[in-house]
């Protein structure tokens, strides 16, 4: 299941635009950016895989519990995230770690998390309305669809005024599309009107389960079967994903209700650092991707703008530096005490968590009578 005819691709694989009547209501998206923010989008694309390349080593040095890679998904995810205005509310899968960035999650949380120091409490409101990774696979759907209910329901949408109206955005994969979760969500979005774009990655596996496995039919063609409208963009072209994505939430946010979009894309690496993808994918698979690669292709229409080598250096710098200071952060980082664990369980004091951190301590406190 790859490309088809109504695949929208604004980027060649060559990096040139393309102009066509599928690509028209979308150009002029790409046309008002300025270019810094046109920058940012490459910046954002390599900063974060020399990132996410650095974690994994640190997984692999034992200083991480598990990594999660994004390899290969950039463009799906630097475009959709930088659609979104301030006020809107992001709800990610677990792989988005550049969405987070962009609002201004510091990526050392993720890391925090999958060392296993904290579960990933980061605020929203501290974070640009980001919310927590979800690993319940499909659930952070129906966050999201409740949540522009509440929108919907405080009347900021449909006002008119850009600095009020405000959708979610959720991220999930083709796998979550089998998942109730994300049905059921559909089925609200579509019944409520909500403001919400509903952005999935398919990056063709679901762990070692194709796609194909999961859908006899290409996915966004489903949200037709429940009055929802949908687009399916190359997902390795990070202008489709950011114009699609804005036209989108420009849809939602004025009051037309929920979208859906189909970013094709590819995991290149592993599902995370847990799993081995040689055991159930082909070679000649990755390779044909591997071609479409989504920053190759950025710097191509950069460099054919007149950006120059100073600025691809710089870039190159800056990932160096990212990398190398998560590295010196992660080494820093120190146990929690274990009390933590019962910590925020519930918003008041509980007699039965406090029951089991008086037998946890007393648990801890034989060992070391023990070793004495
Ligand atoms: C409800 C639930 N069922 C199963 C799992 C185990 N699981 C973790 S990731 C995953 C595959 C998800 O695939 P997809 O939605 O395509 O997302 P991707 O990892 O490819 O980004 C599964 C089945 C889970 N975390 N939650
Ligand atoms: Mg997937």
Redesign the pocket.
């Known amino acids: 299941m790859s490309y088809t005819e109504a695949t929208v691709q604004l980027l060649s694989p060559q990096g040139s635009l393309v102009e066509s009547d599928a690509t028209a209501p979308y150009l002029p998206l790409i046309a008002g950016l300025d270019e810094s923010r046109l920058l940012d989008f490459h910046r954002q694309m390599v900063v974060i895989r020399r990132f996410d390349i650095e974690a994994g080593n640190l997984q692999r040095q034992g200083q991480l519990a598990l990594w ?1 890679p994004s390899l290969g998904q950039e463009a799906a995810q630097v475009g959709s995230g930088y659609a979104a205005r301030s006020q809107d509310h992001i709800f990610p ?3 988005e770690h550049v969405v987070g960035r962009i609002r201004g999650l510091d990526p050392m949380r993720i890391i925090e998390m999958l060392r296993g120091l904290s579960h990933g409490g980061w605020v929203p409101e501290e974070t640009g309305n980001f919310h927590l990774f979800t ?5 952070q759907a129906l966050h999201a669809t409740g949540y522009a209910m509440g929108m919907r329901f405080d009347g900021v949408v449909g006002t008119g005024d850009p600095e009020v109206d405000a959708a979610t955005l959720v991220y ?6 089998s ?1 109730g979760d994300v049905n059921e969500a559909f089925v609200f979005a579509a019944s409520y009107q909500t403001p919400q774009v509903f952005f999935l ?3 063709h ?3 070692s ?1 194709p ?1 194909e496995r999961q859908s006899r039919t290409p996915l966004y063609l489903r949200p037709a079967g429940f009055g929802i409208p949908s687009v399916q963009i190359d997902g390795n072209d990070v202008l489709a994903s950011y114009a699609t994505t804005r036209a989108g939430l420009d849809a939602a946010r004025a009051g037309e209700g929920p979208r859906f979009i189909e970013a094709l894309t590819y ?1 290149m690496g592993a ?1 995370t650092t847990s799993d081995d993808p040689t055991k159930y994918r082909e070679d000649e698979e990755t390779r044909f991707w591997s071609e479409r690669d989504p920053i190759t292709r950025y710097e191509a229409y950069l460099r054919g703008k007149g950006v120059g080598d100073d600025f691809f250096r710089e870039v190159a710098v800056e990932a160096e530096d990212l990398a190398a200071d998560a590295r010196r952060r992660t080494l820093a980082l120190t146990d929690p005490p274990t009390s933590k664990v019962f910590a925020h369980v519930y918003t008041d004091a509980h007699p039965l968590v406090a029951e089991e951190a008086a037998w946890y301590s007393a648990f801890e406190a034989g060992y070391e009578e023990a070793g004495s």
């Open positions: 999660i899968a677990y792989r690993l319940v696979i499909g659930s999930f994969g083709d796998g979550a599309t998942q990655q398919n990056n596996w679901a762990i389960v796609v995991r599902h």
